[in-house]
């Protein structure tokens, strides 16, 4: 099977205080406990960016993360430029730098940690053009991301703006549990041709 998850953010304890709603102290344990619950031999988790604030493993997190039994695969976020690949290629087998594409059953999709457009905040508008130019240039079918952090009935991205269709795997909006690949593909299936931005509700 093949998982997505992104903005696990470990050791970050200032998003508590930025996503007090969804973030509670010791997120990390739950995240960790739905991955080892779930991950088997032979399985892919691709990580969409913001893996860990810290590499200081005062808790254990990131050993239990070398522990999973799948293949991991991290695409870069903007908080882990702060470490770089060499550092992080420490607890993952592949390490892209800003994005990667995964082909199957007929869809193309673009994995990258930013939004084709954040209507949160002006950051990052360099990152988010490359996005849009990927995504047409390569010829894809959908959008798999993450940076756009849980927001209470406010906007999240605007990737359908762009004619883009999406998910946001960010943990904090599907239960800090990873998606799947299945769910993904279905998601797509049913908004063929209709753009839009695919988020469940929290």
Same mark, same amino acid.
């Given at each position: ?35 080892? &619950? $779930? %991950?088997? +031999?032979?399985?892919?988790?691709? #990580? ?5 604030? =810290?590499?200081?493993?005062? @808790? ?25 690949? &060499? $550092? %992080?290629? +420490?607890?993952?087998?592949?390490? #892209? ?5 995964? =082909?199957?059953?007929?869809? @193309? ?35 798999? #991301? ?57």
């Amino acid at each position: 099977m093949i998982y997505f998850i992104s903005d696990t953010h470990f050791y970050h304890q200032n998003i508590i205080r930025l996503n007090p709603e969804v973030r509670k102290y010791r997120f990390e344990e739950r995240i960790m406990e739905s991955l080892e &619950e $779930l %991950l088997k +031999e032979g399985d892919i988790i691709y #990580h969409i960016g913001d893996f860990t604030w =810290e590499l200081n493993d005062s @808790r254990g997190i990131l050993e239990r993360w070398k522990r999973l039994k799948a293949h991991k695969v991290l695409v870069l976020g903007n908080h882990d430029l702060l470490y770089g690949k &060499e $550092l %992080l290629g +420490e607890f993952f087998d592949e390490v #892209h730098e800003f994005s990667t594409i995964l =082909e199957v059953e007929g869809v @193309r999709l673009l994995l990258s940690h930013y939004p084709a457009l954040d209507l949160r905040t002006e950051r990052f508008p360099d990152r988010q053009e490359r996005v849009v130019r990927e995504f047409i240039s390569r010829g894809c079918d959908g959008l798999v #991301h993450g940076h756009v952090h849980y927001n209470s009935g406010g906007p999240m991205c605007g990737c359908s703006l762009k004619g883009i269709r999406c998910v946001n795997v960010n943990v904090e909006l599907h239960d800090f549990k990873p998606v799947s690949l299945s769910q993904i593909l279905r998601e797509m299936r049913r908004h063929q041709g209709n753009p839009s931005p695919l988020y469940p509700a929290p």
